[in-house]
Nanobody, 115 residues
């Protein structure tokens, strides 16, 4: 059974930084695309950033220039460095990964940005 466990959320003032981590555990043969999503209260879940197995990254417009997604294949982990945080970044952040051609989700971690 594969599990994704997230960490690193919290409360931060506007302009601050947070680093989210997501580690996959269990029986893993191949680790494919990894993504971060977020869901703000009353809104649908949105894609924030993607990193392919080759390390190619893409970002939502709202994240460009402020967020950086990365991965460490030796640890089956992905990260989201978030800088210059804004109150509108407040949301539950979820990691997603394709493991052995199946999609798995983390449990979510709350990020709250105060103005």
């Amino acid at each position: 059974q594969v599990q994704l466990v997230e960490s690193g959320g919290g409360l931060v003032q506007a302009g601050g930084s947070l680093r989210l981590s997501c580690a996959a555990s269990g029986s893993i043969f191949s680790l494919g695309v990894m993504r971060w999503y977020r869901q703000a209260p009353g809104k649908s879940r949105e894609l924030v950033a993607t990193v392919t197995s080759e390390g190619v990254t893409t970002y939502a417009d709202s994240a460009k220039g402020r967020f950086t997604i990365s991965r460490d294949n030796t640890k089956n982990a992905q990260y989201l460095q978030m800088n210059s945080l804004k109150p509108e970044d407040t949301a539950v952040y979820y990691c997603n990964a394709i493991v052995d051609h199946r999609s798995y989700w983390g449990q979510g971690t709350q990020v709250a940005v105060s103005s």
